[in-house]
């Protein structure tokens, strides 16, 4: 089993920054790729950001140089470094952690940005 712990949620106003943090623990891979979802009110939950245990990244088109995906594997952390926040980037976002066919989700963490 795999528990994630997301923190940095939050109220910003447009234009403003996050940042999201995501710890893992319990029995986890070396190899394995982590990453942030998000999920609005009446919409289906969609990719943020991606990346590997090697650091390989993929982002979403809509967040595409604003956000930057990283993590500390010594941590077993993942971040999400959220700038130039829009109205439409509210959402809960939700951490993932995925190794084969195993896959894992933290507890959602709520974003708001306002207008």
């Known amino acids: 089993q795999v528990q994630l712990v997301e923190s940095g949620g939050g109220l910003v106003q447009t234009g403003g920054s996050l940042r999201l943090s995501c710890a893992a623990s319990?029995?986890?891979?070396?190899?394995?790729?982590m990453g942030w979802y998000r999920q609005a009110p009446g919409k289906q939950r969609e990719l943020v950001a991606g990346?590997?245990?090697?650091?390989?990244?993929n982002y979403a088109d809509s967040v595409k140089g604003r956000f930057t995906i990283s993590r500390d594997n010594a941590k077993n952390t993942v971040y999400l470094q959220m700038n130039s926040l829009k109205p439409e980037d509210t959402a809960v976002y939700y951490c993932?952690?995925?190794?084969?066919?195993?896959?894992?989700w933290g507890q959602g963490t709520q974003v708001t940005v306002s207008s």
């Open positions: 990346i590997t245990s090697g650091g390989s990244t």
């Open positions: 993932n952690y995925r190794r084969s066919i195993y896959n894992y």
């Open positions: 319990g029995t986890l891979f070396s190899i394995n790729v």
